[in-house]
């Protein structure tokens, strides 16, 4: 199994940058970086993916790490509807291999 | 619509019953999945469709489960003689193939009493 390593929950507050860590060091060459969040009550939502290069979409930016065993998921400015647990998952560029969710980081953002 | 349906969005049965919940991928998506997930709990990969074929199903819990696909498009997930433990939301996914971006359904909750 692809396994990352997150943190449990991290708090922000709104407005503020917020910067959420993921580890994970069995990444093999081929592997891209997804990053995936669900909100309340609603299907995960796909957020950004990358290889090797930094990466910046109307979401959030991705950093990778130069060994590429961690990475960091950037969104600029928290907002309320930001709060949501966000997953890291590491798998291969062919459609078929499927993503495998571990339990992510709850995202807290305060008024 | 333009993205992923699920049908029913809720469903309540009796332990015992056959249920079977539909999904409905993003036209032109020949990839599709279905995830589990348990309250409280992450996502729990079930079964992969590329086109008709199912090339992984090694995430289905038991031989109650079952699923199929049909013209490369609607999917139906069932469980036969559900129990307690099979009551979670049923997520459905589809790919249009590129690396990994998966859109997914708001799910399909089922409990069973």
């Known amino acids: 199994d692809a396994k990352t390593t997150q943190p449990n929950s991290m708090e922000s507050n709104e407005e503020e940058p917020v910067h959420l860590p993921c580890n994970h060091s069995t990444i093999s060459g081929t592997d891209y970086i997804h990053w995936y969040r669900q909100l309340p009550s609603q299907g995960p939502e796909y957020v950004i993916h990358?290889?090797?290069s930094n990466v910046n979409n109307r979401m959030a930016s991705l950093a990778i790490a130069e060994d590429r065993k961690s990475s960091t998921l950037i969104l600029h400015r928290a907002t309320l509807r930001d709060a949501a647990v966000y997953y890291c998952?590491?798998?291969?560029?062919?459609?078929?291999?499927?993503?495998?969710f571990g339990t992510g980081t709850r995202l807290a953002v305060r008024p | 619509g333009a993205g992923v349906s699920q049908s029913p969005s809720n469903k309540v049965t009796e332990k015992g019953k056959d249920v079977e919940l539909r999904c409905d991928p993003i036209s032109g998506h020949t990839a599709l999945y279905w995830y589990r997930q348990s309250l409280g709990q992450g996502l729990e990969f079930l079964i992969y469709?590329?086109?008709?074929?199912?090339?992984?199903k090694s995430g289905l819990p038991s031989d109650r489960f079952s699923a199929e696909r049909t013209g490369g498009s609607v999917s139906t997930l069932t469980i036969q003689r559900t129990q307690q433990e099979d009551s979670a939301v049923y997520l459905c996914?589809?790919?249009?193939?590129?690396?990994?971006?998966?859109?997914f359904g708001e799910g399909s909750r089922l409990t069973v009493l």
């Open positions: 990358g290889l090797t």
């Open positions: 469709f590329q086109g008709n074929s199912a090339p992984d």
């Open positions: 996914a589809s790919s249009g193939g590129g690396p990994g971006e998966l859109f």
């Open positions: 998952i590491h798998a291969k560029k062919s459609s078929g291999d499927k993503l495998t």
